[in-house]
């Protein structure tokens, strides 16, 4: 080491960065679970998902066993977490990286391993794995055609459980002190899940080890029954399979749980609006089953729940509103009055008003260009009433002359105001009472209006 580098303290790469990931006590989300849930969040990893912890496992593995050489190159069929941990060892170490995936990944992912230097091969996403240009034989052919090259093949590679053997599961035994009792995992390899829990169940037998399924996947079924069933599609990415890898070791899960769509990508934005945890969709499907554990359980238990990722590669995906209501997956009891003010698909300003002292005429104009049911009338930043479309028509009929008069001559009751943050339900509440719409307050000021017809809306988008 260089002089001038004694005692300062720094990493010789980036790769010695991966691991030593934070346990963290979830708050809100699990209120009702009697037992402590504890998230160990590998988004902190270098390359931003517990996937760098194998990548640098698997091609240290290949190096000591002659596979990889100097100059050599890295393959791999993953259109995601698994590549960018291989692209980073590739990088530092100096060896080419191919990913091969089919084409309907998102450009950001492609980028994303761009990024580092690999090279993307794409092919087309409907063929079955055997034929010539699926994409498995693609990377069976550029391995075989590339002098040099390496497939790392992380379904079925046993250094994928055996990096969560050496570094994960220990990692969990040592922040618990040995204490938790439950642990629970995505199955996607099975890696995590299979490396962990080996070395949990060898410290103490005791530790119950509970698998999160997505619906749609055949793992759930096969380890209860030994038996391969039908797959169908679900939007849930990185886990779930419809065929059984060989880095699974069924034999130390306890129990599958499945999860749905709807469920586990619901409580993924929760985790990030209430706990400030942002993270991918397969981290809240494992929250939602690690809550349906702890919530049976007592004080004295303490669940570990892992989160595999950031969210921040599912942007356009569970963390856009678009998407979920485009894909029916938008649950109303978990949103918020200002969810819907922004869902608004109506092309009209967020809040239309008149101030005290405007005249009948102008709100009448109001009602007419834009087709709303009642106005709110303001005196500076605060509602003191509301004009409806029925009294403006009614007085309108009666004195066409009147319609010159201020605004408050006819103003009723100011429309009830919920803040930004309150749940939908409650604002539900209020427009199934008598109000026709409520005011929803941001930040001190009134933001928008929500109307019984929005509501509508939003529920009809969300079915
Ligand atoms: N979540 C995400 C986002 C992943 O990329 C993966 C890996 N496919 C998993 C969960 C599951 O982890 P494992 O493969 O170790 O079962």
Same mark, same amino acid.
């Given at each position: 080491?260089?002089?001038?580098?004694?005692?300062?303290?720094?990493?010789?790469?980036?790769?010695?960065?991966?691991?030593?990931?934070?346990?963290?006590?979830?708050?809100?989300?699990?209120?009702?679970? !009697?037992?402590?849930?504890?998230? =160990?969040?590998?988004?902190?990893?270098?390359?931003?998902?517990?996937?760098?912890?194998?990548?640098?496992?698997?091609?240290?593995?290949?190096?000591?066993?002659?596979?990889?050489?100097?100059?050599?190159?890295?393959?791999?069929?993953?259109?995601?977490?698994?590549?960018?941990?291989?692209?980073?060892?590739?990088?530092?170490?100096?060896?080419? #990286?191919?990913?091969?995936?089919?084409? =309907?990944?998102?450009?950001?992912?492609?980028?994303?391993?761009?990024?580092?230097?690999?090279?993307?091969?794409?092919?087309?996403?409907?063929?079955? !794995?055997?034929?010539?240009?699926?994409?498995?034989?693609?990377?069976?052919?550029?391995?075989?055609?590339?002098?040099?090259?390496?497939?790392?093949?992380?379904?079925?590679?046993?250094?994928?459980?055996?990096?969560?053997?050496?570094?994960?599961?220990?990692?969990?035994?040592?922040?618990?002190?040995?204490?938790?009792?439950?642990?629970?995992?995505?199955?996607?390899?099975?890696?995590?899940?299979?490396?962990?829990?080996?070395?949990?169940?060898?410290?103490?037998?005791?530790?119950?080890?509970?698998?999160?399924?997505?619906?749609?996947?055949?793992?759930?079924?096969?380890?209860?029954?030994?038996?391969?069933?039908?797959?169908?599609?679900?939007?849930?990415?990185?886990?779930?399979?419809?065929?059984?890898?060989?880095?699974?070791?069924?034999?130390?899960?306890?129990?599958?749980?499945?999860?749905?769509?709807?469920?586990?990508?619901?409580?993924?934005?929760?985790?990030?609006?209430?706990?400030?945890?942002?993270?991918?969709? *397969?981290?809240?499907?494992?929250?939602?089953?690690?809550?349906?554990?702890?919530?049976?359980?007592?004080?004295? $238990?303490?669940?570990?729940?892992?989160?595999?990722?950031?969210?921040?590669?599912?942007?356009?995906?569970?963390?856009?509103?678009?998407?979920?209501? $485009?894909?029916?997956?938008?649950?109303?009891?978990? *949103?918020?009055?200002?969810?819907?003010?922004?869902?608004?698909?109506?092309?009209?300003?967020?809040?239309? *008003?008149?101030?005290?002292?405007?005249?009948?005429?102008?709100?009448?104009?109001?009602?007419?260009?834009?087709?709303?049911?009642?106005?709110?009338?303001?005196?500076?930043?605060?509602?003191?009433?509301?004009?409806?479309?029925?009294?403006?028509?009614?007085?309108?009929?009666?004195?066409?002359?009147?319609?010159?008069?201020?605004?408050?001559?006819?103003? #009723?009751?100011?429309?009830?105001?919920?803040?930004?943050?309150?749940?939908?339900?409650?604002?539900?509440?209020?427009?199934?009472?008598?109000?026709?719409?409520?005011?929803?307050?941001?930040?001190?000021?009134?933001?928008?209006?929500?109307?019984?017809?929005?509501?509508?809306?939003?529920?009809?988008?969300?079915?």
């Amino acid at each position: 080491m260089s002089r001038v580098l004694e005692g300062v303290r720094y990493q010789e790469s980036v790769l010695d960065t991966v691991g030593r990931t934070p346990l963290v006590r979830l708050g809100k989300v699990a209120r009702d679970c !009697p037992a402590p849930v504890l998230a =160990k969040l590998e988004f902190f990893n270098p390359g931003g998902s517990v996937k760098d912890r194998i990548g640098l496992a698997m091609v240290e593995a290949a190096e000591r066993e002659g596979l990889l050489k100097p100059g050599g190159t890295i393959v791999e069929c993953t259109s995601g977490n698994t590549g960018v941990g291989l692209a980073m060892v590739a990088a530092v170490r100096g060896y080419r #990286a191919v990913f091969c995936m089919p084409d =309907k990944v998102s450009s950001e992912k492609v980028n994303l391993l761009k990024a580092y230097g690999a090279e993307v091969l794409l092919s087309p996403t409907a063929v079955p !794995p055997d034929a010539p240009d699926s994409y498995y034989s693609v990377a069976k052919r550029v391995t075989q055609e590339r002098p040099g090259a390496f497939l790392t093949n992380q379904y079925h590679n046993p250094t994928n459980p055996l990096a969560h053997y050496q570094s994960t599961g220990p990692e969990i035994w040592e922040q618990t002190a040995g204490k938790l009792t439950h642990f629970v995992a995505g199955l996607g390899t099975g890696g995590t899940i299979s490396g962990v829990a080996r070395c949990l169940k060898e410290r103490n037998p005791k530790v119950r080890i509970v698998g999160a399924d997505p619906v749609g996947s055949i793992l759930k079924a096969y380890h209860e029954t030994g038996k391969i069933t039908e797959a169908h599609t679900y939007k849930i990415e990185g886990v779930g399979e419809d065929f059984i890898p060989g880095a699974t070791d069924f034999s130390v899960i306890d129990q599958v749980i499945s999860c749905t769509d709807r469920a586990g990508l619901n409580l993924t934005r929760r985790l990030a609006r209430e706990e400030a945890i942002f993270v991918g969709g *397969s981290s809240g499907m494992a929250v939602w089953v690690a809550l349906e554990v702890a919530r049976a359980l007592t004080p004295e $238990d303490l669940v570990v729940v892992l989160l595999p990722d950031t969210g921040e590669r599912y942007l356009s995906k569970v963390h856009n509103d678009e998407w979920m209501r $485009d894909n029916h997956l938008f649950d109303p009891a978990v *949103s918020r009055a200002r969810d819907i003010v922004s869902g608004k698909r109506r092309p009209i300003p967020r809040l239309l *008003s008149v101030k005290v002292g405007d005249t009948l005429r102008q709100a009448l104009a109001l009602v007419e260009q834009h087709d709303v049911t009642q106005i709110p009338v303001f005196r500076g930043a605060e509602s003191v009433g509301t004009l409806y479309d029925s009294d403006l028509l009614k007085s309108a009929l009666a004195d066409p002359a009147g319609l010159d008069r201020p605004v408050e001559t006819l103003m #009723a009751e100011p429309l009830p105001c919920v803040q930004g943050d309150e749940p939908v339900e409650q604002v539900a509440r209020l427009l199934a009472a008598r109000n026709s719409a409520v005011l929803i307050s941001d930040n001190g000021g009134v933001s928008g209006i929500l109307t019984r017809f929005d509501m509508l809306q939003f529920i009809a988008g969300a079915e």
